[in-house]
């Protein structure tokens, strides 16, 4: 639906942006790799709660993210030390649970159910890609 | 033949259902408007007469349907009865219990009155007729046959007695369907139908067995397309009725739709407007089809529990004859027709009609994801689905890394986020650049533009050479995508030293 997606699109820069404006707020002058990757954490995050806010309740995938998100505090280091390495030696695999790991919330769903919102989810990935690039573009120039 | 069925029906599958039906009502009421007229009398009917030309033909569902335009009590009465008919199996005045008390006393009245009720009727049956036994069975065929065109009653009568059983079962089945899906059958279709039906008052009366039907192409076609009928009928109710059941969600959305939709639309599961087109493309696969369908469907919507019961009558009744594959259980199912020369297990069909379903859903993500339109099987298109999500995501990180890096002195406008751009996703008011004098910034973001270009002068000044080794650091860490975007960011120091001398 080219109107929601539209409203989907707005909805999901004006939340980054936001929230890109108060990360950038706390910045603070040093440059460390480590802070680097703490910012490019909460960046990536912020990426997709803004989608998933974006899309709102409608959907299983945007469900689980916020869901996540909401639960991330307990577990953020963990999973930051995770995220990173994922990053580094992430891999192409084989089929059968792959896409269910891939796409959030997909472990406990149907196989038909779990197209349905692959297919809502890569349309709003490509959304939040071309976004971000339009952004770092912008910022580049 | 299934099989032309089916792709033809999956091509024409949103367009037909309503040209079929329109097409066919004529056929349909033709057939069933014997029926109609014996029973229910023409259009104005009392209740009484109603009831008593009902009760008398017991009427398949098509029949309880055929007069939507007629008041509606009098239809659930009529069906209300002639559930009570069919479910007993028995001499039809004892079974009047449950159901519909409107007409308990008429209906057992009607039913006992058998042959006395018959003459009352003013489109009649041929005064040839014998008499009557009342056996539900029995009024079930008569009902039935009198909507096959004209001819001799009396012949049909006794050839009748010792036919179909699986279509006494149908009707019976239509029956046990018809109480309760005539709430559901308010539709366009069966208004249609009732008017067609109720210009019936001849009574064609070609009954035959089950046999001659099969031969008789018309017949063929007409009586699936009464079964293809009450199937929708059956089917629309089933639905609204068992939406509870469904634990399915995909399933339960096409459910919903049909529910929420007339009988003609309503049928949003694509194999009830298969069934719809089926009855029109193929004429002596009809009742196949519909039973397939609508054994599908049940099975669907049964989760294959306890179908198999209803599904086995598809099964033998297509043993028995083509044509005429009218296989309703006697209760509520959506029902679900195998195609011909497929398993007709509860099991296979609804594996069969998930396999539509996810083939259909790939199909769409094949269009979604770039480069597979050549891609044919199911692992390979995961595949390529699974290589594309990661993909997105792996860009979705580097761009993040990328605006944890490049940008961290920014400060965003968000007044400027609402700008134009952002339908065409391109921002180009959003963001105050590290000031390019180029201006993808909008004359709004200007006058910000010198404070952020001062600021820029200020942390360009103390971080650019920290941040080149960060951005080199960046490019070693392995991101093996995106080429240039490294480049970018290789050339974005050079352009914050120009941004330097340029103010």
């Not at chain 2, 057992?108 to 009557?132: C, E, I, Q, R, Y």
């Not at chain 2, 076609?221 to 469904?246: L, Q, R, T």
């Not at chain 2, 990328?402 to 180009?428: C, E, R, S």
Request: charged letters at 20%.
């Amino acid at each position: 639906m080219p109107s929601n997606h539209n409203s989907i699109k707005t909805r999901f820069t004006y939340r980054f942006a936001r929230s890109l404006k108060k990360l950038n707020k706390n910045r603070p002058a040093s440059q460390s790799m480590k802070e680097t990757y703490r910012r490019y954490h909460m960046i990536r995050v912020a990426s997709y709660a803004s989608m998933a806010s974006a899309v709102g309740p409608k959907r299983a995938w945007s469900r689980a993210v916020l869901w996540k998100i909401r639960n991330r505090t307990l577990h953020r280091t963990l999973m930051k030390k995770s995220r990173i390495h994922v990053l580094r030696t992430r891999k192409v695999s084989g089929n059968p649970n792959d896409l269910r790991k891939l796409v959030p919330g997909g472990e406990g769903m149907d196989f038909c159910r779990l197209l349905n919102e692959t297919a809502h989810y890569i349309k709003c990935l490509r959304t939040q890609v071309q976004i971000m690039k339009n952004i770092v573009d912008h910022c580049s120039n | 033949m299934a099989g032309e069925d089916a792709t033809v029906q999956l091509e024409k599958r949103n367009e037909e259902p309503l040209n079929y039906r329109d097409g066919n009502m004529s056929s349909q009421w033709k057939l069933n408007g014997n029926n109609l007229t014996n029973t229910s009398m023409v259009i104005n009917p009392t209740s009484n007469s109603m009831v008593e030309s009902l009760s008398c033909s017991s009427d398949s569902m098509a029949d309880s349907f055929a007069p939507p335009i007629w008041n509606q009590p009098i239809i659930w009465q009529s069906l209300g009865y002639c559930d009570m008919n069919v479910k007993n199996n028995a001499s039809t005045s004892n079974t009047l219990g449950n159901g519909t008390s409107i007409f308990g006393p008429v209906r057992s009245n009607a039913m006992l009155k058998g042959s006395t009720f018959l003459p009352d009727f003013p489109v009649m049956l041929p005064p040839s007729l014998p008499h009557f036994p009342a056996d539900s069975g029995f009024i079930e065929r008569a009902a039935r046959f009198s909507c096959f065109g004209g001819g001799n009653f009396v012949d049909m009568m006794s050839p009748s007695e010792s036919l179909n059983p699986y279509t006494g079962d149908s009707l019976e089945a239509f029956m046990g369907n018809g109480s309760k899906s005539l709430p559901a059958m308010q539709s366009q279709r069966h208004e249609i139908n009732a008017i067609e039906c109720s210009k019936e008052v001849s009574l064609p009366v070609e009954l035959g067995t089950e046999g001659s039907l099969i031969k008789n192409d018309k017949m063929i076609e007409n009586f699936p397309s009464s079964h293809d009928e009450a199937k929708y009928g059956i089917g629309v109710s089933a639905h609204e009725s068992d939406e509870a059941k469904f634990s399915g969600s995909g399933f339960q959305e096409e459910l919903d739709d049909a529910a929420g939709e007339s009988s003609a639309k309503g049928l949003g599961s694509k194999k009830r407007k298969r069934t719809g087109q089926g009855t029109q493309i193929n004429v002596n696969n009809g009742g196949r089809q519909l039973a397939t369908e609508s054994a599908k469907d049940q099975a669907e919507i049964q989760q294959q529990g306890d179908q198999n019961q209803a599904l086995s009558k598809p099964g033998g009744n297509r043993d028995k004859s083509g044509s005429q594959g009218s296989d309703l259980p006697k209760e509520e199912y959506i029902h679900v027709r195998a195609r011909r020369g497929q398993a007709t297990n509860s099991h296979s069909l609804a594996e069969r009609v998930r396999r539509e379903k996810l083939s259909e859903r790939m199909k769409f993500l094949q269009d979604l994801v770039p480069g597979c339109s050549k891609v044919t099987g199911k692992a390979v298109m995961l595949d390529e689905i699974i290589n594309y999500v990661q993909s997105l995501q792996q860009q979705v990180e580097f761009l993040s890394m990328k605006l944890a890096t490049v940008n961290p002195w920014l400060d965003f406008n968000i007044g400027g986020l609402v700008a134009k751009d952002l339908q065409t996703g391109t921002i180009q008011a959003v963001l105050p650049g590290l000031g390019s004098s180029s201006v993808p910034l909008q004359g709004s973001v200007n006058p910000q533009f010198s404070t952020v270009g001062g600021r820029l002068r200020e942390s360009t000044s103390q971080v650019h050479c920290a941040w080149e080794d960060e951005l080199h650091n960046i490019i070693q860490m392995g991101f093996n995508s995106n080429e240039p975007l490294n480049s970018q960011n290789l050339s974005g120091s050079p352009r914050l030293g120009h941004m330097k001398t340029e103010h």
